[in-house]
């Protein structure tokens, strides 16, 4: 009898022992990230890619001892290489936080996990409904929001003022038709003082599309439409690109738009050669903010938001562009997709969303997360801009987004050179788009 | 039959035995990746291999008859070559005859000199390029107009070198071409001290002078040498990557698109894995034709 007790106690001991074992068994998680918090304001100690990033998975892993976390940064070009490449070879991430244009690609091809599957639906609920529509492909959240990026125009209103011009931006209610900015445009150009292209742009590379998207939004035309088909036969779509191109071939934008990047566009700004530049709240608080901090902008700077021209009874709405993560299926075990979404929900949090947003100065994805720069004029403004005139599609969600998004440069270049008319370059674009499409 | 083939392999096995170390890489490394990218040109393949698909020569018959932008790049691309490799060969051996008869000492100093972009990094050369054709800063611009140029080629103004599409290509076929005279060179140098000197000397005691020397003797004596630069330097302008990567990006409109940049824009950045293949087979069989004409014209003249 007295064995049997001491066999029944070792039994139990044994089961003691072994059960929070088997519940630490250890997991290894691989997180790649872009670069959009490498160096974030208000915490100056982190100041390489993913250094930011490794602090969070070490907070993660004191939390957890069984879980490591492989953390790998990657710069804008390698997000679009890199990722694709290491899909392709059976060894894509565990999670990665990137843009949706690049995600959604993922989502159609299927490699992604359906996060309404892995996600509590608490979770999901606090999520702005919007985003959540966004992220749904095939009936699946492809990939968890976490903020987004908002596009206007900045306007050097210091320069405005300087030529007795100030009250041409439209500082009330943030809005001028194509009429009134053509007219602002001409007469800072002509008041010589050095603002020699007033709006600065560059079409040599994709990266410049939505500066240029934004006077097509503004004229009531689409590249994308809600059935994700192109919007390039569009009249209005025409309109605007005949604008853009008067604006560039009567010197109003800089000559040099072809083959410029975007640091030109910034030194066109930063040095009074340009009086407007498209951005959003980065760019006024991280790029602008940085410049004059740094010395970099030579000129006076007061720089305002104001929203894109529009046509006549147009009223376009704002473009956004939503960051967020994505869980590709590696076929793990239903134990190590517990903690993938456990960090998952961990880089996800209100906490981090709120510190993200801060540092980056964008949006969050969650409610919760309330409005972090409440305090910043220009944010609550542009958060109210957003809410007042709703959002433009671009298409980021949609098959063949990011083919047809490099198959543009081409075509602008071509009109601003003269060997397209404006017409010509959007049958072109049509045709191509037509092609992408059906393969 | 399969024991005769063994008995011949058996036979030959020191030698299978030694050249192996090279063979068994260049098969995993070279032949394999080659196998696979022509196998994947015959399917739909994207970033999900569970889904890839068969379709047969679809991805070719969507290269030659529908793709908008492939034919550009292949037009690009022989402008590159008919361009930079003539006029590569022509200055190599022009300065390798110039350069022979110098001391040991100068003629190292332009071995370097030339020599130097190849062992430069690229990017590095492509960036100082783009400061020197910049439109508003730029050095070329700068020399241009100190020496009236621009008044003369563009009415004052400064030319966007890289901007429009009738200088864009010429500007970057000259930077391919900086980078392209090195190894030539070395090669001529070499060809040139290859040539024994008594020809030289019995053409001088019957009369040739310099110039029919160069003709009658360099140039035939040194057909292998050239033969082996040609071929070797068409197939790697074929390839020219780098300088569009990082200077125009195939624009402006187009202008500067080659097939390799097509490659990878479609096959890797748009994740187009099977339809980037059957661009490569496309580009390997054009570098392929061209390279047996060359070995066929050129070998009918050295025998």
């Known amino acids: 009898m007295k064995r049997l007790q001491l066999l029944l106690a070792l039994m139990a001991m044994l089961v003691v022992l072994l059960a929070p074992a088997q519940a630490q068994e250890p997991v290894t998680i691989t997180y790649w990230t872009d670069p959009a918090l490498a160096q974030p304001i208000s915490l100056p100690q982190f100041t390489e890619l993913a250094a930011f990033e490794n602090w969070q998975a070490e907070q993660f892993m004191a939390m957890h001892p069984h879980v490591t976390v492989e953390v790998r940064g990657l710069d804008w070009p390698d997000l679009a290489t890199v990722v694709p490449t290491a899909l392709a070879a059976g060894e894509p991430p565990d999670i990665l936080k990137d843009y949706l244009g690049r995600t959604s690609g993922y989502g159609v091809e299927g490699v992604t996990v359906d996060l309404f599957s892995l996600v509590s639906q608490e979770e999901i609920d606090d999520l702005l409904p919007g985003l959540v529509e966004l992220y749904t492909i095939d009936g699946a959240l492809h990939a968890m929001p976490t903020y987004f990026w908002n596009h206007a125009m900045i306007v050097n209103k210091a320069l405005f003022d300087q030529a007795g011009l100030g009250d041409m931006v439209p500082v009330d209610d943030r809005a001028w038709s194509m009429d009134e900015f053509y007219q602002a445009a001409t007469a800072i150009k002509a008041a010589g003082i050095g603002v020699d292209f007033p709006y600065t742009l560059q079409v040599a590379s994709e990266q410049g599309d939505y500066d240029f998207h934004a006077f097509i939004w503004g004229a009531g035309g689409e590249i994308w439409n809600a059935d994700c088909t192109t919007g390039f036969d569009n009249p209005k779509t025409l309109a605007g690109l005949e604008f853009v191109n008067q604006l560039y071939q009567e010197g109003l934008i800089n000559s040099d738009a072809t083959t410029a990047a975007y640091a030109d566009q910034v030194n066109n700004l930063f040095t009074g050669k340009s009086a407007i530049m498209g951005g959003g709240m980065g760019v006024l608080n991280n790029r602008i903010g940085n410049g004059m901090r740094d010395g970099e902008v030579t000129v006076d700077m007061d720089p305002v938001v104001v929203t894109y021209p529009h046509g006549e009874g147009e009223a376009p709405g704002l473009g956004v562009g939503p960051t967020g993560f994505a869980v590709f299926d590696k076929g793990r075990s239903a134990y190590e997709m517990e903690w993938i979404a456990e960090f998952l929900l961990f880089l996800n949090s209100t906490e981090a969303q709120i510190t993200y947003t801060q540092n980056n100065s964008q949006f969050p994805a969650r409610a919760s997360a309330g409005v972090p720069l409440a305090d910043d004029a220009n944010y609550a403004l542009t958060l109210s801009l957003i809410q007042e005139r709703g959002t433009e599609n671009l298409g980021l969600a949609c098959p063949g987004f990011y083919e047809v998004r490099i198959s543009q440069p081409p075509h602008w270049q071509a009109m601003f050179l003269g060997q397209e008319t404006p017409q010509q370059a959007l049958e072109a674009l049509n045709a191509e788009a037509e092609f992408i499409l059906d393969m | ?303």
């Open chain 2, 1 to 303: 039959m399969l024991q005769r083939f063994a008995a011949s392999v058996w036979k030959g096995r020191w030698a299978y035995f030694f050249i192996a170390p090279a063979m068994i890489p260049f098969a995993i490394f070279t032949v394999y990746p080659l196998a696979q990218g022509l196998l994947l040109s015959f399917y739909k393949a994207g970033v999900n291999r569970d889904k890839w698909t068969y379709i047969g020569i679809k991805n070719y018959t969507n290269l030659l008859t529908r793709d908008p932008v492939f034919p550009t790049a292949i037009k690009n691309t022989f402008l590159f070559v008919l361009g930079v490799v003539p006029a590569a060969m022509v200055i190599c051996l022009f300065v390798a005859v110039l350069i022979y008869p110098l001391s040991q000492r100068k003629q190292t100093f332009f071995r370097a000199a030339f020599y130097m972009p190849v062992v430069s990094a690229g990017v590095v050369l492509a960036m100082v390029w783009v400061y020197i054709y910049s439109q508003e800063y730029g050095l070329l611009n700068y020399l241009f107009e100190s020496l009236g140029l621009l008044d003369l080629l563009n009415d004052g103004e400064k030319i966007g070198w890289l901007a429009q599409t009738n200088t864009a290509l010429l500007s970057l076929a000259i930077v391919v071409l900086s980078w392209s005279l090195g190894q030539p060179l070395i090669l001529f140098l070499a060809g040139l001290g290859a040539i024994p000197e008594p020809l030289y000397d019995a053409a001088k005691i019957d009369g040739a002078n310099s110039w029919q020397s160069f003709w009658k003797i360099t140039l035939p004596l040194l057909r292998p040498t050239m033969l082996f630069v040609l071929v070797v330097l068409t197939i790697a302008v074929f390839q020219v990557f780098v300088v569009v990567q990082l200077m125009t990006l195939g624009g402006p409109a187009n202008a500067t698109q080659t097939i390799v940049y097509r490659i990878w824009v479609t096959g890797i950045v748009g994740s187009k894995f099977g339809y980037g293949s059957a661009m490569a087979v496309v580009l390997l069989s054009i570098v392929s034709v061209v390279a047996i004409v060359q070995f066929k014209l050129l070998d009918r003249q050295l025998t």
